[in-house]
């Protein structure tokens, strides 16, 4: 089993910044995708960033230029630097893990922090 701890949310103003951090311990592989997923209320959850274990990054396009993400394998820490913020970045973040075994794709997720931008 993988238990993912994400920390770092709170509240910011607009034009501020935050760093979320969500560490991971468990049967981690080496081979594995990492990535943060948001959900505002009301909304559905949606991809924010991923990285792969070759460090290749994916961003929403309504991130993409603010945010970055990055990990830390030496300490199976994934990070996400929050730049720019504005108030439709405001949602519960949630730090996501996907690693292929003989069987199937395993999936885990973290508990979520809250950031909340306010104008």
């Known amino acids: 089993q993988v238990q993912l701890v994400e920390s770092g949310g709170g509240l910011v103003q607009a034009g501020g910044s935050l760093r979320l951090s969500c560490a991971a311990s468990?049967?981690?592989?080496?081979?594995?995708?990492m990535g943060w997923y948001r959900q505002a209320p009301g909304e559905q959850r949606e991809l924010v960033a991923r990285?792969?274990?070759?460090?290749?990054?994916n961003y929403a396009k309504s991130v993409k230029g603010r945010f970055t993400i990055s990990r830390d394998n030496k300490n199976n820490t994934v990070y996400l630097q929050m730049n720019s913020l504005n108030p439709e970045d405001t949602a519960v973040y949630y730090c996501h893990l996907i690693q292929r075994t003989l069987r199937r794709d395993d999936e885990y997720w973290g508990q979520g922090t809250q950031v909340t931008v306010s104008s």
């Open positions: 468990g049967s981690i592989l080496r081979i594995n995708t």
């Open positions: 990285i792969i274990y070759g460090d290749s990054t």
